[in-house]
């Protein structure tokens, strides 16, 4: 007999054997005819142009090449924010993460055998609402952006029969075109408010934006500009309308020193945790969070832990609320999410508890009084002008003579990441460019900065 | 005992109706059934109910179902009470465990209810299942 060659096909499993012996059991005599359904016309009718087989260490050196041509925030000296953004990460975070219990366990359905998970994620909960000044956060949600789109579909839920959203133009792009994709065919109309001089959302305009078919107005503090919002302004106008009011969030590390949307009368706070003791990195894993008042918690998608007693009454962690989920509510469920970034939403616990109060704070502090450090020394340059004169907390928009694209190009000859182009996201905004600031960066880099970009603008002049 | 004065919808809601206000609640085999009920969602006051709408829901223990309007009209008043006690379906689901009242447009769709036998022997069968 013989064995068939295990190299032959290292990465699919089925022999060709077991092909013939599967599409006989079926009564089909070839692979093919199982892709029937799909018209000829659209079919790629020869084989893939990709190179190899390739052997594992050939597919190794491949994939290094690759990843050699990116430009990697830890051998540049970067500006880069923008929903994303470089902190301290302490050491532990990473090394208690590895624990498999943690690494490894899917959603919690037993107490009985998931009390160090649950209470972990209750510990999350307890931080969200802390930091946020609402009352119930749920285990977490994908990211940002879905967070947002979830806070606009629970909005609906509470304002029933109503058919439009009100966005301020200033919330992350990507979070508004997340937005735009999941309620493209619900029927709903979405507008977009845009700002004024100083970077913060145009009142007036908001104004007439909110007609009584409003059911939800969310802005974003610190906004995509860099720029803190005037929340009570803004919860005026949407009290006016009976509309709910949601607080988006990217720089999670702006909640250790701003008051937070809750002390404002926000009824929904949503937003991006990957400040909080996460790297950036592309494409994630990140975390969404997502606090809402009490009387809201009904409505609130996603999972929540909450906190008994067993019945010897000693304490006990259990999934909680579990009648608004699609196993048990079936069509009429609030939450047809059983997933949540526990693992992203632990790093984050970790990170919360180990900072404390005190660490949250510098981190903060820091953080702004650095980003205002590097504003006032660029305004200080004849053809730089800070884009928006509104209050700031470690993001500002930069405005040269010059498309921020060369600019940034020319930076980068030095190792430095610059920014953002602003053009990127609002086509009107060539010449603008988004800087973030961290407490990572020291005053030296900071001056260099400067001194590159200056040096930059200069050789554009000439 | 299921009262003489109401009736009663397949879905195990009744209705009260004293002049054109009718009041609306769950039947008191309705509420064993749920157990503890935890949470009642309620319409607004103005609401238009059309026979056969989803009113609100309940949540007990066990389970959240929805409640449908036994006959249509507008909503005129809803028990604040059950927000703060909702035990009250349970312990006295025809007195003051009442959940709306309605102004009754279409008087006649009472007629195409049951009464209070009728609904007895409904639950005896459904119970049977």
Redesign the interface.
Known sequence: MTLPDPNQHRYIPNADQDVKEMLAVIGVDSVDRLFDSIPNEVKLQRPLEIPGPWSEIESRRWFRDLAAKNKSAVDHLSFLGGGAYAHYQPACVDQLLLRAEFLTSYTPYQPEVSQGTLQSIFEYQTHQCLLTGLDVANASLYDGSTALCEAVLLAERVVKNRTKIVIAKSVHPQYNETVRTYVQNLGYEIVEVGWTNDGRVDIEELRRACTDDVFAVAVQSPNFLGVLEDYDSIATVANGVGAVKIAVITEATSLGILTPPGAHGFDICVGEGQAWGVPPQFGGPYVGFMVVRDALK?HMPGRLVGETVDVDGRRAYVLTLA??EQH??RG?ATSNICTNEALIALAANIYLSLMGKEGLREVAWQSMQKAAYLRDRLRAISSITIAFGGPIYNEFVVRTPFPAHEILRDLEHDKILGGIPLGNFYPDHKNDFLVAVTELHSREQLDRYVSVLSAAISRELR | MTPEDSRYAKSHEYVHIEGDIGTIGITDYAQKELGDVV?V?LPKVGAQLEQGDELG?I?SVK??S?LFAPVSGEVVEVNEALSEKPELVNTDPYGDGWMVKVRVSTPEEADELMDAEEYEEYIEKEAGK
Request: proline share 0%.
């Open positions: 009904r009648t608004r048990i509510r009429k | 949470f969602e829901s949540e389970a959240v929805e």
